[in-house]
C-alpha cells in the first residue's frame, strides 16, 4: 500500500519515523526520565516481536526506537505501550523529551537528577506539548560538573552544583591536607596554615566537602547552574551560562520562561541559540531573571 506524504508526516508528529526501506516506521517510546519499569520493558520486547523486526535501539536522548512496523500496525503498537503507561512522540518544533544522567543515585551525584527529569517532563513535554515553537527545544539535568549528559550543549541545561566554604576556625591546618590533594580541579590550595580555594578555578562540584575529616568545608550554596542556548549538530554552540546558583524551583520557572520567550521571540527555524545571539545575551537573561514572561504567559501562547 503507497503511504502519502501526509501520512508520513501526521505519523512522525505521532512518534512513528520512516525507515529507509520506505516501508516501514521506527516508533519512539518516550521514557519520562530514563528509567523504564522491567514490566515495561518486556512490554516493548513484545511490541518488537510482534509488530517490528525484533530489535529495540537506544537513541542518543534517552528514548528507545523499535523499528520495522508497517503502516497498518501503527495505531495497535500506541494501544500496545499505553497498557504499561508509555507514549510514542518526542519530535518537531517543539519541547522535547528531556535528557538527564544518573545523578539520582551516582556517587558524584549533587541533584535528585531522575526526579527533575521527571517534572520537567510532566510540566514541560507533557504541559507545552501542543504548543509549536520557532524549532526544537531540548532539555538536559546533569547531576555534576562532570558533564556526562553535557547540559551545555542543549537548548537549556541544568547542572548540580554545591560551592564550598572553608570554615577557618574548624579547618586544622593538617601537615597533608585532603582537600588539596582530592580537588580535582586543582583549585584548593595550603597556603598561610590553612586550605584556600581559587574560585576561578573551583567548579562546585562538591567533592571536597566529604573529604575533610574535620568537616572544614561546608555548604555555602547548593543548587543548579543553567545553561541557555547550547547545541550540537550540523552546527555547534556552547550554552551561555547564567550568572548565579539557582534552586531547582527557580531553575525551572527559568526553564518556562526560555520557551516562553523562545515561542515570542524566536523566528520560524531559527535554534534558541541563535535567538540568543541576534537578540543579545544581557539582554536575553534579563528577560530570563528579571521579566514578566510568566505573568504573560497566556498571551505570548496565544501567538499562532
Ligand atoms: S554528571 Fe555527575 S552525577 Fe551525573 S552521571 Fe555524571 S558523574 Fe554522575
Ligand atoms: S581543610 Fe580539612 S584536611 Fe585540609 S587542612 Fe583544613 S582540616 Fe585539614
Ligand atoms: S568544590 Fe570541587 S573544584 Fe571546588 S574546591 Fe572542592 S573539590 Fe575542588
Same mark, same amino acid.
Given at each position: 500500500?503507497?503511504?502519502?506524504?501526509?501520512?508520513?508526516?501526521?505519523?512522525?508528529?505521532?512518534?512513528?519515523?520512516?525507515?529507509?526501506?520506505?516501508?516501514?516506521?521506527?516508533?519512539?517510546?518516550?521514557?519520562?526520565?530514563?528509567?523504564?519499569?522491567?514490566?515495561?520493558?518486556?512490554?516493548?520486547?513484545?511490541?518488537?516481536?510482534?509488530?517490528?523486526?525484533?530489535?529495540?535501539?537506544?537513541?542518543?536522548?534517552?528514548?528507545?526506537?523499535?523499528?520495522?512496523?508497517?503502516?497498518?500496525?501503527?495505531?495497535?503498537?500506541?494501544?500496545?505501550?499505553?497498557?504499561?503507561?508509555?507514549?510514542?512522540?518526542?519530535?518537531?518544533?517543539?519541547?522535547?523529551?528531556?535528557?538527564?544522567?544518573?545523578?539520582?543515585? =551516582?556517587? %558524584? $551525584?549533587?541533584?535528585? +537528577?531522575?526526579?527533575?527529569?521527571?517534572? &520537567?517532563?510532566?510540566?514541560?513535554?507533557? !504541559?507545552?506539548?501542543?504548543?509549536?515553537?520557532?524549532?526544537?527545544?531540548?532539555?538536559?539535568?546533569?547531576?555534576?560538573?562532570?558533564?556526562?549528559?553535557?547540559?551545555?550543549?542543549?537548548?537549556?541545561?541544568?547542572?548540580?552544583?554545591?560551592?564550598?566554604?572553608?570554615?577557618?576556625?574548624?579547618?586544622?591546618?593538617?601537615?597533608?591536607?585532603?582537600?588539596?590533594?582530592?580537588?580535582?580541579?586543582?583549585?584548593?590550595?595550603?597556603?598561610?596554615?590553612?586550605?584556600?580555594?581559587?574560585?576561578?578555578?573551583?567548579?562546585?562540584?562538591?567533592?571536597?566537602?566529604?573529604? =575533610?575529616? %574535620? $568537616?572544614?568545608?561546608? +555548604?555555602?550554596?547548593?543548587?543548579?547552574? &543553567?545553561?541557555?542556548?547550547?547545541?550540537? !549538530?550540523?552546527?555547534?554552540?556552547?550554552?551561555?551560562?547564567?550568572?548565579?546558583?539557582?534552586?531547582?524551583?527557580?531553575?525551572?520557572?527559568?526553564?518556562?520562561?526560555?520557551?516562553?520567550?523562545?515561542?515570542?521571540?524566536?523566528?520560524?527555524?531559527?535554534?534558541?541559540?541563535?535567538?540568543?545571539?541576534?537578540?543579545?545575551?544581557?539582554?536575553?537573561?534579563?528577560?530570563?531573571?528579571?521579566?514578566?514572561?510568566?505573568?504573560?504567559?497566556?498571551?505570548?501562547?496565544?501567538?499562532?
Amino acid at each position: 500500500m503507497a503511504i502519502s506524504a501526509a501520512d508520513r508526516k501526521r505519523v512522525k508528529s505521532q512518534g512513528f519515523l520512516s525507515n529507509r526501506d520506505g516501508e516501514h516506521f521506527s516508533v519512539r517510546i518516550i521514557t519520562e526520565n530514563g528509567v523504564l519499569s522491567a514490566s515495561q520493558l518486556k512490554n516493548l520486547s513484545e511490541v518488537a516481536e510482534r509488530f517490528g523486526n525484533g530489535n529495540i535501539s537506544f537513541t542518543s536522548r534517552m528514548t528507545l526506537e523499535l523499528p520495522g512496523i508497517s503502516f497498518e500496525n501503527i495505531e495497535a503498537v500506541k494501544e500496545y505501550v499505553a497498557k504499561d503507561g508509555m507514549v510514542t512522540g518526542g519530535t518537531g518544533a517543539k519541547v522535547r523529551p528531556v535528557v538527564s544522567c544518573k545523578g539520582s543515585v =551516582c556517587t %558524584f $551525584g549533587l541533584l535528585d +537528577t531522575q526526579a527533575i527529569a521527571t517534572q &520537567i517532563h510532566k510540566r514541560f513535554f507533557e !504541559g507545552y506539548g501542543n504548543v509549536t515553537l520557532p524549532h526544537k527545544f531540548k532539555i538536559a539535568v546533569g547531576g555534576c560538573p562532570n558533564n556526562c549528559v553535557k547540559p551545555d550543549l542543549n537548548d537549556f541545561g541544568i547542572t548540580g552544583q554545591n560551592r564550598p566554604v572553608l570554615n577557618t576556625e574548624a579547618c586544622r591546618g593538617c601537615k597533608k591536607c585532603l582537600v588539596e590533594s582530592s580537588c580535582p580541579m586543582q583549585a584548593a590550595h595550603f597556603e598561610e596554615g590553612t586550605c584556600q580555594i581559587n574560585r576561578e578555578l573551583c567548579n562546585n562540584c562538591g567533592i571536597c566537602q566529604r573529604k =575533610c575529616p %574535620f $568537616g572544614a568545608i561546608e +555548604t555555602h550554596t547548593s543548587g543548579c547552574r &543553567i545553561y541557555i542556548g547550547g547545541r550540537w !549538530g550540523k552546527q555547534i554552540r556552547h550554552g551561555s551560562m547564567l550568572k548565579g546558583i539557582f534552586s531547582v524551583e527557580e531553575a525551572l520557572d527559568i526553564l518556562e520562561k526560555s520557551i516562553l520567550l523562545f515561542k515570542e521571540k524566536g523566528q520560524p527555524h531559527e535554534r534558541f541559540g541563535s535567538m540568543i545571539d541576534r537578540i543579545g545575551l544581557d539582554k536575553v537573561e534579563q528577560e530570563l531573571l528579571e521579566g514578566d514572561l510568566l505573568q504573560r504567559k497566556q498571551q505570548i501562547l496565544e501567538k499562532a
